[in-house]
């Protein structure tokens, strides 16, 4: 079976500063790693996602994140935030040998933009 | 395409009653899922379905059925609500068959059990 955790529950950012959001999982197989993001009264939208190859992956809105396997570690940053992207942000595993469809979440990391 | 959509919006009802959350896509996917969202727990399985006529058990199933007797709609009904039933339903579609595919989530069910 797999898990996540995301370390931080909740994370104040000032407006153009920098932010990484974290996200580690559990896994005894290879997996599939992947970021939503959830706004106010919404449901979730997919940010990015690493399948395999080049383990730095870009998404909408200006994220990145970047998969180290040693580390089980797929952290999600951005260089500089937006009041536009105070959500909830959630990553998810699944693994591909046993059927992709089902994903494990995190606990979320709400993000507040601070002006 | 309306992708997925679920019905109602928001709900409200008092333990013991019953009702059918709805959900359904027109995106001819095979694979439909249901999660709740507890605030500080994420998003969690209750019930899948790889196909019509075939639906199995997720991580919280308990006080949850489901069928699928048609591609587009995978309903999920509570028979008895009880107050630990009050979250965030979230109703999932994704296409099988190849190494991956993205999974398309509706907007979501509130639902408060008094």
């Known amino acids: 079976a797999q898990s996540v955790t995301q370390l931080d529950s909740q994370v104040p950012v000032f407006e153009e500063a920098p932010v990484e959001l974290r996200c580690n999982y559990s896994?005894?197989?290879?997996?599939?790693l992947f970021w939503y993001v959830q706004y106010p009264n919404q449901g979730l939208q997919l940010l990015l996602k690493?399948?395999?190859?080049?383990?730095l992956v870009k998404g909408i809105n200006g994220f990145e994140a970047e998969f180290n396997k040693s580390q089980t570690s797929f952290h999600l940053r951005k260089p500089s935030v937006h009041i536009s992207d105070t959500a909830e942000y959630f990553c998810a595993v699944s693994a591909p040998d046993f059927g992709n469809e089902k994903l494990t979440f995190g606990t979320g990391t709400r993000l507040t933009i601070i002006p | 395409n309306a992708g997925v959509t679920q019905t109602p919006k928001f709900q409200v009802l008092k333990t013991g009653q019953s009702m059918t959350l709805q959900c359904a896509q027109d995106?001819?996917?095979?694979?439909m899922s249901w999660y709740r969202q507890d605030p500080g727990m994420g998003l969690r399985l209750i019930h899948y379905?790889?196909?019509?006529?075939?639906?199995d058990q997720g991580e919280v199933p308990n006080g949850y059925n489901v069928s699928r007797s048609t591609t587009e709609d995978f309903p999920l009904r509570l028979l008895s609500a009880a107050p630990s039933q009050t979250s965030v339903y979230f109703c999932?579609?994704?296409?099988?068959?190849?190494?991956?595919?993205?999974?398309?989530f509706g907007p979501g069910t509130r639902l408060t059990v008094l």
């Open positions: 690493y399948l395999s190859g080049s383990t």
């Open positions: 379905s790889v196909g019509a006529g075939i639906t």
């Open positions: 995106m001819n996917h095979e694979y």
């Open positions: 999932a579609s994704i296409s099988s068959g190849s190494s991956y595919n993205e999974q398309f």
């Open positions: 896994s005894s197989v290879s997996v599939y």
